[in-house]
């Protein structure tokens, strides 16, 4: 078990959230808070973020919430958090998101399902044309790769034995986000939907006014209709599309089930809201998700995405399910730092966890009628060259 640290380089874990309500399910996740009684660790100069500091497990976490939602937003957090807690080695950007339902398939995708980045993509940058959006695609515009630690613990989520260690932990982890909002009298804030309000038009079949007598506007799609429920706006539910493990789920699922997705999340400052647009951009480049702060958490810190799908990201979406995919995403988040393996800290003096390097020797005297450049001392390796004197 973590115990309370001393200074700010000793947290290692960093949970980022977008939104309050993704901000008030991650804590209900965390065992303990050091900062009950007030803040005792302060922060760097320049640094505007405001933090929560507490264990989940063995782990000491800092927790912050986003002043605006998006890519730049996530990205200046997430430079200030790095400039303050110095030893952070993981941020898990923890909240909801817009899934792509891939009906048919064996990633069908529900609303509750909890989605683990394994890339990001930056789907809206890129050039306009006439009639046709092109994404940068080069390797300078792309966002780079997480390093080896985190390849490796999302890998081993996409094995059987390891997803069914994660989902066991974060059902266990669901209850006890419920026994903890229950304290607060919010437990029926984290109870799932009911099943019935998981609903999948076709991608073409728009939320709007089937009739422009509904509304004055001079359009069907107006906001007033973007505002509006499906039974108001009477949307045919013969346009509903059929999911194979929505079926099953109905017929034998416990209503807690919810599965966890490892994939390609899209990352943008606009919010889909296009069942068309989003199927072709999720097909152009693989996506299993859409969200708006991963592109600018991911090359600033360490970072895996951890969030709860609680809409199609289409014109249908609504606000329903959010508090209960908040929760989901919170329950993974911690699940999964119980597969994350803490890594021994260097001792005083070391460097990059391998040890100091040794002193050099005293260097001999220039050989007797050398010329040019004389170098002592180890030249090795392509990554690890270093000359330690140059005559």
Not at 243 to 268: A, N, Q, T
Request: charged content about 25%; proline content about 5%.
């Amino acid at each position: 078990m973590a115990v309370r640290p001393s200074r700010r380089d000793e947290f290692e874990i960093a949970v980022v959230c977008a939104l309050p309500l993704e901000f008030d399910a991650a804590a209900l996740a965390f065992d303990e808070f050091w900062d009950d009684d007030g803040d005792t660790y302060g922060r760097a100069e320049g640094d505007t973020n405001t933090y929560t500091t507490g264990r989940i497990g063995q782990y000491n976490v800092v927790l912050s919430l986003l002043s605006s939602m998006g890519k730049v937003g996530a990205a200046t957090v997430a430079t200030s958090l790095r400039s303050s807690y110095t030893g952070l080695r993981l941020a898990l950007l923890t909240g909801i998101c817009g899934g792509v339902p891939s009906p048919w398939t064996d990633d069908e995708v529900l609303l509750g399902d909890v989605v683990i980045s394994k890339a990001v993509v930056q789907y809206d940058y890129g050039r306009q044309y006439p009639g046709r959006f092109i994404r940068r695609d080069t390797v300078d515009d792309n966002l780079g790769r997480p390093n080896k630690n985190i390849r490796s613990l999302v890998e081993s989520f996409r094995t059987d034995l390891g997803r069914e260690r994660l989902h066991r932990g974060a059902s266990q982890v669901l209850g006890q986000i419920r026994e903890n909002a229950a304290k607060k009298r919010r437990r029926a804030r984290y109870n799932r939907p009911d099943a019935t309000e998981d609903t999948l038009f076709e991608p073409g079949y728009e939320h709007k006014h089937r009739d422009r007598s509904d509304c004055g506007c001079a359009e069907n799609a107006c906001e007033t209709a973007r505002a509006a429920a499906c039974a108001e706006l009477r949307c045919d539910t013969a346009r509903l599309v059929r999911r194979d493990r929505f079926d099953d789920m109905l017929e034998s699922e416990p209503d807690d089930h919810f599965e966890i997705h490892v994939g390609c999340v899209g990352s943008g400052d606009m919010v889909m809201k296009s069942g068309l647009d989003r199927d072709r951009i999720a097909r152009d480049h693989g996506l299993v998700a859409f969200e708006m702060e991963g592109a600018g958490m991911w090359d600033e810190v360490p970072c895996i995405v951890v969030k709860g799908v609680c809409d199609y990201a289409d014109s249908h979406k609504n606000k329903r399910w959010q508090a209960y995919a908040a929760a989901t995403a919170a329950s993974v988040m911690k699940a999964l730092l119980a597969r994350y393996i803490q890594t021994d800290r260097p001792p005083a003096g070391h460097r990059n966890g391998a040890g100091a390097s040794p002193a050099p020797s005293a260097a001999p005297s220039t050989p007797s009628g050398a010329s040019g450049p004389v170098f002592h001392g180890p030249i090795t390796g392509k990554v690890d060259l270093r000359i330690w004197f140059i005559y």
